[in-house]
C-alpha cells in the first residue's frame, strides 16, 4: 500500500516539477530540460528526480548546478502545491535511459543494414 502512495507521489511530483520549471525557474542555466520521471521512497523522505538536458556535457553541468541551486525553492514549491505532512528531500539525476535506447537502435539499424548488404 505505501508503494502505491510513493508512485502516486512520484507522479504528482513530476508534474509539479514540470511546470515549475517551466514557469517559475528563471536561472538561465535551466533551460531545455525535461522530467522523465520521479522515484519516491516508500517512507516519502527522499525523492531522486531523473531528468534529460538538451545540450552538450558543459550545458548539462550548469543545469544541475542551476537545479541544485534552486533545489530549495523547488522543494517549498513542490510542499505548498502537493500538501504532504513532510515534503521530500529532492535530488536530481541525468537520465541515461534514452541515450542508452538510441544506442541500441543504432546497433541494430547497423547490423540489419549489414545483413541487408551481404
Do not use: H, W
Not at 530549495?72 to 513542490?78: D, L, Q
Not at 502545491?81 to 535511459?97: G, M, W
Request: aromatic share 6%.
Amino acid at each position: 500500500m505505501a508503494n502505491n502512495r510513493a508512485v502516486r507521489v512520484g507522479e504528482q511530483m513530476k508534474k509539479e516539477l514540470s511546470d515549475l520549471l517551466i514557469r517559475d525557474i528563471k536561472d538561465p542555466r535551466v533551460r531545455f530540460v525535461t522530467v522523465t520521471g520521479v522515484d519516491v521512497t516508500g517512507d516519502l523522505q527522499q525523492a531522486t528526480a531523473f531528468i534529460t538536458v538538451l545540450g552538450d556535457d558543459e550545458e548539462k553541468k550548469a543545469t544541475l548546478a542551476g537545479l541544485e541551486k534552486a533545489r530549495g525553492f523547488i522543494r517549498s514549491e513542490i510542499g505548498k502545491r502537493i500538501r504532504l505532512r513532510k515534503t521530500p528531500e529532492l535530488s536530481f539525476e541525468f537520465d541515461e535511459s534514452i541515450q542508452y535506447g538510441n544506442r541500441i537502435e543504432n546497433l541494430l539499424r547497423e547490423v540489419k543494414k549489414e545483413d541487408s548488404n551481404e
